[in-house]
């Protein structure tokens, strides 16, 4: 019997990688919950054009790219401009470790501009080169450079400025 679509094959393509997602898409965003609808955007955009993205020889990259454009459209979307707060009013805070370096970081990431938030995030969360950021990007390897090097001397900053905090 044939498979509608590639079903199985599409479906075991996103149970081996949708984790690893969801992290990309929460690193750039700095929320669980419009990390998981960028996500199930792409994979519902992705399900309608899989026989084509199957025949790619990197649909990874495919997906990357699309959670990158999904992440730029929804910032520019005047209804998604929301603030999101660190407690919900009345809400049972979870004490968070104050030491533990990832959750320092992901703090520090989200107060960076988002081209810079997500060259960081593609270059070393992602470990793509120069190169293939600025594909996914559609910028020059230049401009990478120079975000990547902007970010990371902004992301030193707030850590540090984290850091001057607590002492």
Not at 23 to 50: I, K, P
Not at 113 to 138: C, H, K, N, Y
């Amino acid at each position: 019997m044939r498979e509608h679509h590639g079903r199985d094959e599409f479906e075991d393509f996103v149970a081996a990688r949708q984790r690893h997602w969801l992290r990309t898409a929460y690193l750039l965003c700095g929320h669980w919950q419009l990390a998981e609808d960028l996500v199930q955007q792409v994979l519902e955009r992705l399900y309608v054009v899989w026989p084509k993205v199957r025949a790619v020889s990197r649909p990874d990259a495919y997906v990357r790219k699309s959670i990158v454009n999904a992440h730029l459209s929804e910032g520019r979307r005047p209804w998604r401009r929301e603030r999101f707060v660190p407690e919900l009013p009345d809400a049972l805070a979870v004490p968070v470790d104050q030491t533990d370096d990832r959750v320092e970081l992901a703090r520090a990431l989200r107060t960076l501009p988002p081209r810079q938030r997500i060259v960081l995030v593609l270059r070393f969360w992602e470990d793509l080169s120069v190169a293939e950021t600025a594909e996914v990007m559609g910028c020059a390897p230049g401009t990478v450079k120079s975000q990547t090097s902007e970010g990371l001397r902004a992301l030193r900053l707030a850590l540090g400025a984290k850091e001057e905090l607590t002492k």
